[in-house]
């Protein structure tokens, strides 16, 4: 399904990229990549998280799209990519690698952000050569690197094997989401939402989360149930800022403290008062300030017209 079930109007509908390109994956996977703003400007590349897809970022892209170049994709089987029946952290790693080479020149530098499986995404890369020559700093949100079930709050009850057998059904479940609506708005702002939320904001969030297909959810789930990324977190030697929310349910700030104290040059944590899982999009200044702070402090402005090599496979098109 595409990014066409997500809002229209208002600060939360997707913007109109400047360029729409096809980057190609390692095991040949097609990215749908969109690319936004001021070719001059600092570069900023934004990996969306699980069930997610471009139109997550709309507030970011918005903002940052007039003094900076934005680089946003679809996760393979989100949004306008095609679904793989591989799904791992390392391929996620090779996507990323691969939109890197497609929309920054050889030795441009950018600031990469995560959210959610997003986060997990920049773990995963923290030791490619690809990432390395393209990553000036990291802003990670909302996101673990290990552990994420049996630290996820989603299930209201103490700690313990029932609580992660229980969360793992939950979240893995094969079932369709179907249609949004009243009850699926107010499920989804209790799993992955602050209690402050708007309604326009949870609306958001439905309509891209329905919109991503019940394999595609499913497979993922499987893949965060897994994830071991400790050793990754300390291969990011770039800067690298944490943002969470104080009421995160999927990834709660456990995982953020854990992350600070591992990282290498850790730029600082910031949790967000009342603020759930989907902090990009209920925190739309808190987290552009934070990717403005990174670009201002350790971005690279860009150079028009460049590009990577030839032996990058890019195909351009709508």
Not at 109 to 115: D, L, R, S, Y
Request: hydrophobic share 40%; net charge positive.
């Amino acid at each position: 399904m595409s990014r066409l079930t997500s809002v229209t109007d208002g600060p939360y509908a997707p913007p109109v990229p400047a360029r729409v390109l096809t980057a190609v994956s390692a095991d040949g996977t097609r990215l749908h990549v969109e690319v936004h703003g001021a070719e001059d400007g600092p570069v900023v590349v934004l990996s969306h998280g699980w069930t997610c897809s471009t139109a997550f970022w709309a507030a970011q892209i918005r903002e940052l799209a007039p003094d900076h170049r934005v680089v946003a994709y679809d996760q393979r089987g989100h949004g306008r990519s095609p679904a793989s029946p591989v799904c791992s952290t390392d391929v996620l790693a090779d996507d990323l690698e691969a939109v890197l080479a497609a929309t920054l020149a050889p030795g441009e530098k950018a600031v990469v952000v995560g959210h959610s499986m997003g986060g997990m995404t920049v773990l995963a890369s923290s030791a490619r050569p690809g990432f390395r020559e393209h990553a000036a700093a990291v802003l990670l949100c909302s996101t673990g690197s290990s552990r994420l079930v049996a630290e996820a709050l989603v299930v209201p009850m103490r700690a313990g094997r029932l609580r992660t057998w229980l969360t793992r059904r939950s979240l893995s479940s094969r079932a369709p989401l179907g249609p949004v609506t009243p009850v699926s708005r107010r499920i989804l702002k209790y799993a992955t939402m602050g209690a402050g939320s708007s309604a326009a904001m949870v609306e958001a969030c439905a309509r891209i989360v329905h919109a991503c297909p019940r394999k595609v959810r499913y497979a993922w789930a499987r893949v965060l149930d897994g994830v071991q990324l400790e050793a990754n977190v300390r291969e990011l030697t770039v800067p690298v800022a944490v943002v969470v929310g104080t009421a995160d349910r999927m990834t709660p700030p456990v995982h953020a403290r854990a992350l600070a104290a591992a990282l290498p040059r850790c730029h600082g944590v910031t949790e967000l008062p009342g603020i759930g899982h989907m902090t990009p999009v209920e925190a739309p200044g808190a987290v552009t300030g934070a990717i403005r702070e990174l670009t201002e402090k350790y971005g690279q402005l860009g150079s028009p017209g460049t590009r990577a090599d030839s032996s990058v496979r890019i195909e351009e098109g709508a």
